[in-house]
T-cell receptor, first 115, second 113 residues
Framework: AQKITQTQPGMFVQEKEAVTLDCTYDTSDQSYGLFWYKQPSSGEMIFLIY??????QNATEGRYSLNFQKARKSANLVISASQLGDSAMYFCASTRGTSYGKLTFGQGTILTVHP | NAGVTQTPKFQVLKTGQSMTLQCAQD?????MSWYRQDPGMGLRLIHYSVGAGITDQGEVPNGYNVSRSTTEDFPLRLLSAAPSQTSVYFC????????????FGPGTRLTVT
């Protein structure tokens, strides 16, 4: 079974600074996908970024980038130029192969952005 | 498009009662899933479906039933509610081919007393 570990229960960052949220995964599969989702206090799940296990380039989406280190089995989320609206819970998740309907989630990291 | 809709938003049940959480999507997605979110545990997969008539169990299926008679709808049935099923329930859908983000519904907050 896959396992996702997010070791930072809470993180704090100053507005306009960059922050890295850690995620490690445990899988024996060769093919898998890695996702990050944001959950603000309102409760909805917002997709941020995706990385496939065969993608050689790190994924980027605007201010979000995924630092993918396959040998270390890590998929850290980097948020550049933090904004107050980035304060939320962040979840790392993975899929096995092409079973994209089945996500395994980590426990989440609460990010607080200070003005 | 309405996206993924869930009803009800909130529900309180007594132990032993049954109910159905509704989920519908209007994006013609093949994959649909149900997750539950408990404090400090992230989301866990209950059941999922890869198309009409096809369902399978996820990580925590006990106490729940699903069926998928149409592409659009994927209801989750609680057979006999227990306090351990107090949680927030999310329905999600995605395209079946290639990678695709999962679109989540707004969630249903269920309390079982």
């Amino acid at each position: 079974a896959q396992k996702i570990t997010q070791t930072q229960p809470g993180m704090f960052v100053q507005e306009k600074e960059a922050v890295t949220l850690d995620c490690t995964y445990d899988t024996s599969d060769q093919s898998y996908g890695l996702f990050w989702y944001k959950q603000p206090s309102s409760g909805e799940m917002i997709f941020l970024i995706y990385q496939g296990s065969y993608d050689e380039q790190n994924a980027t989406e605007g201010r979000y980038s995924l630092n993918f280190q396959k040998a270390r089995k890590s998929a850290n989320l980097v948020i550049s130029a933090s904004q107050l609206g980035d304060s939320a819970m962040y979840f790392c998740a993975s899929t096995r192969g092409t079973s994209y309907g089945k996500l395994t989630f980590g426990q989440g990291t609460i990010l607080t952005v200070h003005p | 498009n309405a996206g993924v809709t869930q009803t009800p938003k909130f529900q309180v049940l007594k132990t032993g009662q049954s109910m159905t959480l509704q989920c519908a999507q209007d994006m013609n997605h093949e994959y649909m899933s149900w997750y539950r979110q408990d404090p400090g545990m992230g989301l866990r997969l209950i059941h999922y479906s890869v198309g009409a008539g096809i369902t399978d169990q996820g990580e925590v299926p006990n106490g729940y039933n699903v069926s998928r008679s149409t592409t659009e709808d994927f209801p989750l049935r609680l057979l006999s509610a227990a306090p351990s099923q107090t949680s927030v329930y999310f329905c999600a859908s995605s395209y079946g081919q290639g990678w695709s983000e999962q679109y989540f519904g707004p969630g249903t907050r269920l309390t079982v007393t």
